[in-house]
């Protein structure tokens, strides 16, 4: 692990909960919704983590930052242990990694104003006299493109993009290195999609913030991140440059994931992927390789063993046995 | 983006504005202020002494001389009820605030701690709503002794836990709402999550329920009162008064009905209030 080079590394990463038990309750069951996950964000990149529902994106964005406390593994973040990190030195991690969250209806607190509600982490951190929180709170609302006017205003009186600016610009304000992003337009219109987006980008450029941007929009993340991790019940089945990923998956549920997803061009002819069964819960994975019972590719060893993450080509990774084969990557596979 | 952004009239500090725009707000106020008042100026206004006796003038329906008639002391009833009005208030007031302020401490911290600490609370607080609200109160009352602060002490402890209950219920599904887990990833403490982000998006639904439970309080003081637990006689409550109408309720029904309407008034001015005041603090009604 390399110290200070404003890095978030995540390391074999798990969170398990537990259902049911109790004195009445049904059978107590172990739903291991985050199993050995691991990734690096370089500085000022954006990491794009995609999967299906209930594959345990929004569980790893949380454990991150400790809103769920994860139950195995690291999270260092330059340099600094974010899991062991305690008091004031827990608070001060807070100031540098901020979430950014889905639904914007729920991420505003009702009955406080829109100023009240970009001031209140400055004032806890006490970082600046009154003067100056009043103009760092009018930059983050111009930053996100809302007029100042907005300040007094509270969050009812804003439509969903608004506010998810809104939400976007509390992020900011402590000047945050990381910013965590739990699906931030899925809950939004298409049209409202783009223009968050650009805001997001335009202050990764400016300010030279990374993001772990969550997702199950694969166009959102093509476009926004340089690399991405895909997730399927709680493993990374697949890692590596976007567009390589998605252009040339690997892993078969990469594979899927692509071909399900609509593209927006009249040429080119769906060809879908046969896609068998359904996900299974999590509360009771198959053996071996999670995605054999749906993959048309699984034979021998993956109905008893977990595949590793595997490098295949250059920079990329997949947890299969069989993975796809394209030309160009066909030597380096099968010798993976 | 930022064109849709045009004026509306809510603002910070446009509580008391919104509240005042309501007319049902304005009757509730009148009724409450009438009610406060008389209390405060019993002296002033009753046309006799309340404790007087006059063994000649007994059960005598109302009339221009007692227009609100006299008791089976001959102790005349609107002075009575005048009088009585001080301690239903004090006790109503002072006991539901108490219960209010900790029910709504103890709901909160239970429901956002969750866990052990919030079934062995809730179990507790159980044992206590298990107790008929008077049977409590008159434990509580026969332990303490027979005086206006116990009879509050008393009342405030039978009502905490259904103030605990409103308050944890909303405290649970709150907990998981995005801006209290912002919250805690901009570092907040806990403290002010519960106090700044929780409590005044549950506060409306205690503060009408605490109208409500005024009531039970009048009328559990009124019981009190009349087992001889409550304030000692001869001093008039509207409890003790309507009890000792029931007495006479065939010969004499201006005895019970007058305190009766009395605590309806009042009961009706504290929901009225409740009501207005709950639209107030939402700023989503409070556009309207």
Same mark, same amino acid.
């Given at each position: ?11 074999? +990463? ?70 062991? @990190? ?24 009702? $009955? ?5 509600? +970009?001031?209140?982490?400055? $004032? ?56 965590? @992003? ?15 987006? $650009? ?33 399927? +019940? ?22 899927? +994931? ?57 920079? $990329? ?15 380096? @596979?099968?010798?993976? | ?260 309407? %009395? ?5 009706? %001015? ?19």
């Amino acid at each position: 692990m390399t110290a200070g080079n404003g890095a978030l590394e995540v390391r074999n +990463l798990a969170k398990h909960f537990t259902i049911g038990g109790g004195l009445f309750g049904p059978e107590k069951k172990l739903v291991r919704a985050v199993n050995d996950v691991s990734f690096t964000v370089p500085k000022g990149t954006s990491l794009g983590l995609v999967g299906e529902s209930g594959c345990g994106k929004s569980t790893v964005a949380r454990s991150l930052l400790r809103l769920i406390e994860p139950d195995a593994g690291s999270v260092v973040f330059d340099g600094i242990d974010v899991r062991a @990190a305690k008091g004031a030195a827990l608070r001060q991690l807070r100031r540098r990694m901020q979430i950014v969250f889905q639904d914007p209806y729920s991420s505003l607190n009702p $009955r406080r104003t829109i100023q009240q509600a +970009l001031e209140e982490p400055l $004032r806890v951190h006490r970082l600046g006299t009154a003067r100056e929180i009043a103009e760092k709170i009018e930059t983050a609302i111009t930053e996100v493109g809302l007029p100042k006017q907005a300040l007094d205003r509270y969050p009812h009186e804003f439509s969903g993009g608004q506010r998810q600016r809104i939400g976007i610009a509390r992020a900011l304000v402590l000047d945050p290195e990381l910013i965590v @992003a739990d699906e931030p337009v899925s809950a939004l219109d298409v049209s409202v999609q783009a223009q968050i987006l $650009r805001v997001l980008e335009r202050l990764r450029d400016k300010r030279g913030l990374s993001f772990l941007f969550v997702s199950h929009d694969l166009g959102v993340v093509r476009h926004f991140c340089e690399r991405v991790c895909v997730m399927y +019940l709680g493993r990374i089945v697949e890692q590596g440059v976007t567009a390589e990923v998605f252009d040339r998956p690997l892993h078969p549920y990469t594979k899927l +994931l692509r071909d399900s997803s609509p593209v927006p061009d009249p040429t080119a002819r769906l060809t879908l992927t046969k896609i068998m069964g359904e996900v299974p819960s999590a509360a009771n994975p198959p053996p071996g390789c999670t995605f054999h019972p749906r993959c048309v590719r699984a034979a021998g060893p993956c109905m008893t063993d977990i595949p590793a993450l595997n490098e295949h080509d250059r920079g $990329r990774q997949a947890a299969c046995y069989h993975p796809e084969t394209w030309p160009g990557l066909q030597a380096v @596979a099968a010798a993976g | 983006m930022g064109a849709a952004v045009s004026s509306s009239p809510a603002r910070p500090g446009g509580l008391w504005l919104a509240f005042s725009k309501n007319r049902l707000s304005w009757v509730g106020l009148a009724l409450l202020a009438i009610i406060i008042i008389v209390a405060i100026f019993a002296p002033l206004i009753a046309p006799y002494d309340p404790l007087e006796q006059n063994i000649v003038a007994r059960l005598e329906p109302p009339s221009a001389e007692f227009l609100l008639g006299t008791d089976s002391y001959g102790r005349d009833v609107l002075s009575r009820l005048i009088y009585g009005t001080r301690i239903s208030l004090t006790v109503g007031f002072i006991a539901i605030l108490i219960a209010m302020t900790i029910g709504s401490m103890i709901g909160i911290l239970a429901g956002y701690v969750g866990g052990v600490f919030d079934q062995i609370v809730m179990g507790l607080l159980d044992v206590m709503l298990s107790f008929p609200t008077l049977l409590l109160g008159l434990m509580i009352a026969a332990m303490l002794g027979a005086s206006l602060e116990n009879l509050i002490i008393a009342i405030a402890i039978t009502e905490i836990a259904p103030f605990a209950r409103i308050a944890r219920a909303p405290t649970i599904s709150l907990k998981q709402r995005d801006f209290v887990e912002a919250g805690r990833a901009l570092g907040f403490g806990p403290v002010r999550i519960m106090g700044v982000h929780i409590l005044p998006n549950m506060i409306s639904d205690v503060v009408v329920m605490s109208s409500l439970w005024m009531a039970s309080a009048i009328r559990t003081e009124a019981s009190l009162s009349f087992i001889g637990l409550g304030v000692p006689p001869p001093t008039p409550t509207w409890g003790s008064m309507i009890r000792e109408g029931f007495e006479n309720i065939l010969d004499a029904w201006w005895l019970a009905v007058f305190p009766s309407l %009395a605590i309806l008034l009042t009961v009706l %001015a504290l929901n009225l209030l409740g009501d207005a005041l709950r639209d107030a603090i939402d700023p989503k009604l409070r556009a309207e």
